[in-house]
């Protein structure tokens, strides 16, 4: 077993660990930075522009992500199904989204506290940071910077083509939710 297909394994068993519903690899080489994700960003639809640390413009330019996906090999996309009553439950998509975020935070604890020394991994979440009620950008610093995770959409990643090049579903049709996260190293 090659060292990245042992890592891949070691990944496959913590998602199964933390409950993810599916997980998938592919190689850093397939990420592409798209400007065109900062100008959505930019274009405030999500309403967390300038007021989230992990947010544009606060966190990392694209260059810099490029950089940093050019220097890694692989990519685990990790994915949460959330199943809805209608297309209009809220609730179940916040459900969803939290459990989510709950299941990703674990694995990053996990990662960190088993690889203390290793910086290789890059960790990217679903959606701007929503640990805190209110985020103190930019009057304070981050409260849990070591939590507090950039998005993949931050950092100039299109999901829906990361998850394809990972051979996952981007979307599990109607009455369902879907959500990604993934850790390059
Ligand atoms: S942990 Fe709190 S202060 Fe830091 S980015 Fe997240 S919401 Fe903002």
């Known amino acids: 077993m090659s060292p990245s297909d042992e890592i891949d394994s070691y990944i496959t068993e913590l998602a199964s660990a933390v409950d993810f519903d599916r997980v998938g690899f592919c190689p850093a080489a397939d990420l592409e930075v ?16 300038g007021r ?6 606060a966190c990392a330019s694209l260059d810099d992500y490029s950089e940093q996906f050019a220097a890694r090999e692989r990519v685990a ?6 199943v809805l009553e209608d297309e209009y439950d809220f609730e179940g ?8 975020n709950q299941r990703f935070l674990a694995l990053v604890e996990k990662l960190r506290l088993e690889h203390p020394d290793d910086d ?13 009620p209110q ?5 304070e610093p981050c ?11 931050a950092s100039g990643l299109v999901v829906s083509e990361v998850c ?7 979307y599990d049709g109607p009455g369902t939710v879907t959500y990604s996260a993934c850790v390059v190293y």
């Open 34 to 49: 798209n400007p065109l994700v900062r100008e959505a960003c930019a274009a405030d639809r999500c309403q967390q522009y």
């Open 52 to 57: 989230n640390w992990v947010c544009p413009p």
């Open 77 to 82: 996309v990790v994915q949460t199904v959330g």
């Open 93 to 100: 998509m916040m459900a969803a989204d939290k459990l989510h």
């Open 120 to 132: 290789r991994f890059i960790f990217l979440a679903a959606g701007a940071c929503t640990i805190c």
């Open 135 to 139: 985020c103190t950008y930019p009057e």
């Open 143 to 153: 409260r849990f910077p070591k939590k507090a995770l950039v998005s993949m959409e």
């Open 164 to 170: 394809e090049k990972a051979a996952l579903p981007y």
